[in-house]
């Protein structure tokens, strides 16, 4: 993995969506699933612990949901009505014995309208949104089903002067022996270092009950020790490969892997007071002076070329006015109209990581775009932080002590679905830290087109009104769009059963090895 550390393995991951990836999906089940099997067309949400779900035709902020039967965590105990209450609570009621912190951040700000969960009875549960949201069902992707019976042993042996300490040491103890209901589970947890999983062969879904006997995740910052690592036969799946590496990958006999996926590589750009980029011809010259084409040859060809956070003829790409392009001429008269040349540069900063989930290749990539917007009369320095700091400083906000003077921030982002590829970013609802809204950015029309594209139930309606959002958006440029991800991960030739599905995500559950 890229990631410094092993992502949280108690239910809710932390080291962004690489842990959704590696230790979400395969130890974990949610409502809703991404369909991973296809390599050929968008991935879509599909029945997970939910066999169907409906929003109340009289009060659209109230929605039910039908369990699957018969599903067991690994701890042996029952998946039902009462455990999809207790997980709601775990990260919204306070009061709640398992309500967790740490949990909050990386689950509230990913379904920010869900309030409440009600049990109906045993296979049925009521969940209600603060407003009408068409988005809900997609949000609970993130929401993982821990078990509340291996948690209360956890609890009850737990030391504690108070039921929160109690409550915090039970958390860290599940977190070295987790229980849910995915198809692999835990067998062995070092922090730092390694974690082994095993096949749950008793998963429900037979198309997803591993083949292995173990697979074994291992932390690696580094894309050249991770290279090392796949050529020397220390693993056999690496992510991010380093691209001058691809063709010696290649020559041992080993795979390539990527596809077009929604995942966007950007800046994120303050709003806040002061901010260099509160000039929108400042915001337009730096989407223009970025050479893109270049940018690919440095990656050996593994990333797309944006047009925006969706690329033309998607269902929300709407037209928009501004045209996303290399044309240093017209960004270099903008930004002599904004007063800066060359030889008088506006000094911005922007934070970033040396490595981290889907952050490609973050220092390398970050540097040619610095050398390709000096051009125009940028001055840009970096403040380079740990990946999983970088990424809880994104919902800290511009205005935080955090960002250590940044007035643009460098995390990537999935884009599959409304909420994660635009709402998040744009909505003055999403104010940090709320969600992630770093840069304050939003005014009184994003709302509104927001607030039409969630309230719409019917799919066409609500791809119309997404597309003049992310139009909108592109024109206003509170990002500079640098690349779409590809995903690229080379795995041995022996690894079979891999799909690299147009998606963020990817299914461990159907591999085997010959």
């Known amino acids: 993995m890229t990631a410094a550390d092993i992502p949280r393995t108690l239910g809710q991951p932390d080291q962004g969506f690489e842990g959704n990836r590696f230790t979400g999906i395969p130890l974990y089940d949610a409502l809703v699933h991404w369909d991973l099997s296809k390599a050929d067309a968008p991935s879509v949400p599909v029945p997970g612990l939910a066999l169907s779900w409906a929003v109340d035709a009289k009060d659209k902020t109230k929605w039910v949901f039908k369990l699957r039967p018969n599903v067991k965590f690994h701890d042996g105990s029952a998946f ?69 019976a291996h948690w209360q042993k956890k609890f009850d042996a737990a030391a504690g002067a108070t039921p929160a300490d109690k409550a915090k040491a039970a958390w860290t103890a599940f977190a070295a022996d987790a229980s849910g209901s995915g198809p692999y589970r835990m067998t062995r947890f070092v922090a730092r270092e390694r974690l082994e999983l095993a096949p749950n062969k008793a998963y429900w879904d037979p198309k997803r009950t591993p083949k292995i006997d173990k697979l074994v995740l291992l932390p690696m910052p580094e894309a050249n020790a991770r290279t090392a690592a796949l050529l020397s036969g220390q693993v056999d799946w690496i992510e991010a490969p380093a691209p001058d590496a691809m063709a010696a990958i290649q020559a041992r006999g080993h795979k390539i892997y990527f ?32 050479d893109r084409t270049g940018l690919l040859k440095l990656l050996g060809g593994m990333m797309a070329i944006p047009k925006g956070t969706v690329p033309p003829g998607h269902p929300w790409w709407g037209n928009p006015k501004f045209d996303i392009r290399y044309d240093p001429a017209e960004g270099k008269k ?63 906000g511009a205005k935080d002590p955090s960002a250590n003077g940044a007035n643009a921030i460098n995390v990537s982002f999935a884009a ?29 029309e994003i709302d509104k087109l ?65």
């Open 334 to 396: 903008l930004m002599a109209e904004a007063g800066h040349t060359p030889a008088k540069p506006l000094k911005v900063k922007v934070q970033i990581s040396a490595s981290g989930s889907g952050q490609m290749q973050p220092l390398p990539m970050n540097e040619f775009v610095q050398q390709s917007l000096k051009q125009c009369g940028f001055d840009v320095q970096f403040d380079v932080i740990e990946w999983n700091t970088l990424f809880t400083n994104w919902r800290k």
């Open 450 to 514: 927001i607030a039409d594209a969630r309230g719409s139930f019917d799919d066409k309606a609500r791809d119309a009104a997404l597309a003049k959002l992310h139009a909108r958006i592109v024109e206003e440029a509170p990002f500079v769009w640098i690349a779409h991800d590809v995903g690229p991960r080379a795995i041995a030739a022996k690894v079979k059963g891999v799909v690299q599905p147009r998606s963020w995500f990817i299914d461990l559950a159907p591999l085997s090895i010959d």
């Open 259 to 290: 596809n077009q996926q929604p995942h966007v590589w950007p800046w994120q750009l303050s709003f806040a007071e002061g901010s260099p980029w509160l000039d929108k011809r400042v915001r337009h010259a730096a989407n223009l002076c970025v």
């Open 80 to 148: 039902n009505a009462d455990a999809v209450v207790w997980n709601v609570r775990k990260v919204l009621d306070k009061d709640a014995p398992q309500f967790d912190a740490s949990q909050v951040g990386v689950t509230a700000s990913r379904m920010p309208t869900l309030r409440s969960a009600k049990k109906i009875d045993d296979l049925t549960v009521e969940l209600v949104t603060s407003e009408p949201d068409a988005f809900l069902p997609l949000n609970l992707t993130n929401l993982f089903m821990a078990s509340p």
């Open 416 to 444: 599959m679905d409304p909420f994660f590829a635009m709402v998040r970013f744009t909505s003055t609802k999403t104010f940090p830290p709320v969600s992630n809204n770093w840069g304050y950015f939003g005014n009184a």
